[in-house]
Nanobody, 125 residues
Framework: QLQAFGGGLVQSGDSLRLSCAAS????????VAWFRQAPGKEREYVAS????????DYADSVKGRFTCSRDNAQNTVYQQMNSLKSEDTAVYYC????????????????????WGQGTLVTVSS
């Protein structure tokens, strides 16, 4: 089970850190990704991190501003979001997929097996 938290209301240019906490299973067996869904829009890919944390991948819209990391001992993945923009406003979800590869990253909605409840990020301009 996954749960995202850490969202809130911030101003444009501010930073925020989201967390995705897992319970049950062996967390280090799972690649994890972040997706987001803005009002009236489809859910879109944001970023992902491999099981061992050595591989990360980002959507072009967040590259250079968002950073994924993970602490397998704490069963948690983090997403540090800097220089937030109004267009980053969305509900953010974390998703997981069990993988045999330490380096596999999730890149599409269909790649994920497990989804957590989202957390709302609102960026005011």
């Amino acid at each position: 089970q996954l749960q995202a938290f850490g969202g809130g209301l911030v101003q444009s240019g501010d930073s925020l850190r989201l967390s995705c906490a897992a319970s049950g299973g062996t967390f280090s067996d799972y690649a994890v990704a972040w997706f987001r869904q803005a009002p009236g829009k489809e859910r879109e890919y944001v970023a992902s991190i491999s099981r061992n944390g050595r591989i990360t991948d980002y959507a072009d819209s967040v590259k250079g501003r968002f950073t994924c990391s993970r602490d397998n001992a704490q069963n948690t993945v983090y997403q540090q979001m800097n220089s937030l923009k109004s267009e980053d406003t969305a509900v953010y979800y974390c998703a997981g997929k069990r993988s045999g590869s330490l380096y596999y990253v999730i890149r599409t909605l269909g790649d994920s097996d497990y989804w957590g409840q989202g957390t709302l990020v609102t960026v005011s301009s």
